[in-house]
């Protein structure tokens, strides 16, 4: 059976996940990872991930859970790597994930 999402997700994002931060607070990243996924600019107030009300710029939809934190880095298909607000994980009427919502 065909994602129902899949039709949606015709951009490509780069992923990478931190991997370690030295004494000094500067980040190292593990190997990028490519992934579709759907990439919408749209404004609007959202929840950090500490619970504070901030302004989200971008909406990322991908299929299934990639376990993308909000120290992770995502490259965005016009080069720019805004922070990661938030990222949320939706699961289907079986349990399982659905798909990520990852907020920038």
């Known amino acids: ?35 579709t996924a759907r990439v919408v600019n749209r404004v609007r107030m959202v929840r ?24 992770d880095r995502i490259t965005l298909p016009d080069g720019t790597q805004p922070p990661i607000i938030n990222a949320l994980t939706f699961p289907d009427e079986s349990g399982l994930t659905h798909h990520q919502e990852v907020l920038l």
Not at 6 to 31: K, P
């Open 48 to 71: 950090d991930v500490a619970g504070q009300e901030v302004v989200s710029n971008t909406t990322i939809w991908i299929i299934g859970d990639h376990g993308i934190k909000a120290v």
């Open 1 to 35: 059976m065909t994602h129902p999402l899949l039709s949606l997700t015709a951009q490509t994002i780069t992923l990478e996940r931190r991997t370690s931060m030295d004494e000094y607070g500067a980040h190292a990243y593990g190997t990028a990872e490519n992934l």
